[in-house]
């Protein structure tokens, strides 16, 4: 089943923030793309299957709290 979550993640600032979410959320089962916007502060997530608890957790591991 195609998913999408969205998530706000208000300590995202520069190109590196951007790099480090995409990095470990890539690596959460099921993801197929993610959308990076640092101007929104906000990281949208889409693919199969994807849990939610999972790309939090990614989030976090890449250093950034979930709003």
């Known amino acids: 089943m195609q998913t999408e979550l969205q998530y706000t993640v208000p300590g995202m600032s520069?190109?590196?923030?951007?790099?480090?979410?995409?990095?470990?959320?890539r690596e959460v089962s099921g993801v197929q793309a993610i959308?990076?916007?640092?101007?929104?502060?906000?990281?949208?997530?889409?693919?199969e299957n994807v849990e939610d608890a999972a790309v939090r957790a990614a989030i976090a591991e890449a250093g950034y709290e979930v709003a």
Do not use: H, P, Y
């Open 14 to 25: 520069c190109g590196s923030c951007k790099a480090a979410i995409t990095e470990d959320v």
């Open 35 to 47: 959308d990076v916007d640092l101007e929104a502060k906000s990281v949208t997530v889409r693919g």
